[in-house]
């Protein structure tokens, strides 16, 4: 499943960097800190993200204290790997507007906004907190691509309970901001034809489980399970499981 969303996230960055690939990064890493300002509103880690090659570039000491993974661990994959399944399509659906956004700007306004949204992740010992990720544009072209961005992560738990997912474009240098912005639907939750059992049975088919582990885990026959799992099929007119992943993650059952 986080292949499949991860797909769908590098259209995204591709987009935002207008096929383009970045030269070398002059800034120094003390310019980036120096930001810092901006986002600190709790226990927070910061990295340089690299759009067009979808790669972080460097990612600060602290991602130990606030997540659990030593900064050298600290891969796209697994962060996209640690998104809250109920979060990623959100998720997915914000990263398209950032783009929309941010393609909509004149070029010398690129570096003028950031963007803030929160979702939740999962720590190293398997407890989720509630991030709030907020962008900046640091090296950008004449053409106003976006090349390299420096993202900070704040664990915002403590000031958020609800699960609500907010988006907003705060302006710098006396830009306007906008709050509570609505996302671009690039993965739409439509309605649900699966029972909340069936939905069960999806989401561990999802993780990779067996029949056995399916059976086990919601203490029921493998025979129940086989039966679920034809019925999901029939319902959803796919013939395997990835096939079943990719539909599920289109319509927002997963």
């Given at each position: 499943?986080?292949?499949?969303?991860?797909d769908?996230a590098?259209?995204?960055?591709?987009?935002?960097?207008?096929?383009k690939m970045?030269?070398?990064?002059t800034l120094?890493?003390?310019?980036y800190?120096?930001l810092l300002?901006?986002?600190?509103v709790g226990d927070?880690?910061y990295?340089?993200?690299n759009?067009?090659?979808?790669?972080i570039?460097?990612a600060?000491s602290n991602?130990?204290?606030?997540?659990?993974y030593?900064?050298?661990a600290?891969?796209?994959?697994l962060?996209?790997?640690k998104?809250?399944?109920?979060?990623l399509?959100?998720?997915?659906?914000?990263e398209?507007t950032?783009?929309?956004?941010?393609?909509q700007l004149?070029?010398?306004?690129v570096?003028r906004?950031?963007?803030?949204?929160d979702?939740?992740?999962?720590r190293s010992d398997?407890?989720?907190?509630?991030?709030l990720q907020q962008?900046?544009t640091?090296?950008?072209?004449?053409?106003?691509?976006?090349?390299r961005?420096f993202v900070?992560?704040?664990?915002?738990?403590?000031l958020k309970k609800d699960?609500?997912m907010?988006l907003?474009?705060?302006?710098l240098?006396?830009?306007?901001?906008y709050?509570?912005?609505?996302?671009?639907?690039r993965?739409t939750?439509?309605?649900?034809?699966?029972?909340?059992?069936?939905?069960?049975?999806?989401?561990?088919l999802a993780r990779?489980?067996t029949t056995?582990?399916?059976?086990?885990d919601?203490?029921?026959s493998?025979?129940?399970?086989?039966?679920?799992?034809?019925?999901?099929?029939r319902?959803?007119?796919?013939?395997?499981v990835?096939e079943?992943v990719?539909?599920?993650?289109?319509k927002g059952?997963l």
């Amino acid at each position: 499943m986080e292949k499949l969303i991860l797909d769908q996230a590098r259209k995204i960055w591709t987009e935002i960097a207008q096929h383009k690939m970045p030269g070398e990064l002059t800034l120094e890493i003390e310019l980036y800190k120096k930001l810092l300002h901006i986002f600190q509103v709790g226990d927070y880690y910061y990295m340089v993200f690299n759009p067009p090659e979808m790669k972080i570039e460097y990612a600060s000491s602290n991602t130990i204290d606030v997540i659990g993974y030593q900064p050298e661990a600290l891969t796209l994959d697994l962060l996209m790997d640690k998104i809250h399944p109920e979060d990623l399509p959100y998720f997915l659906d914000f990263e398209a507007t950032v783009t929309r956004f941010w393609s909509q700007l004149p070029p010398d306004k690129v570096t003028r906004y950031k963007s803030r949204y929160d979702y939740r992740i999962r720590r190293s010992d398997g407890s989720y907190i509630r991030i709030l990720q907020q962008v900046v544009t640091i090296q950008t072209d004449d053409e106003g691509a976006v090349l390299r961005t420096f993202v900070v992560h704040t664990d915002i738990s403590h000031l958020k309970k609800d699960n609500r997912m907010v988006l907003s474009f705060i302006g710098l240098e006396g830009e306007p901001s906008y709050i509570d912005v609505d996302p671009v639907r690039r993965l739409t939750p439509s309605v649900n034809i699966l029972t909340r059992r069936e939905k069960q049975v999806l989401e561990l088919l999802a993780r990779n489980q067996t029949t056995k582990q399916i059976a086990d885990d919601l203490h029921i026959s493998t025979t129940t399970v086989a039966t679920h799992r034809k019925n999901i099929y029939r319902k959803t007119n796919t013939s395997s499981v990835l096939e079943l992943v990719q539909l599920a993650l289109n319509k927002g059952w997963l």
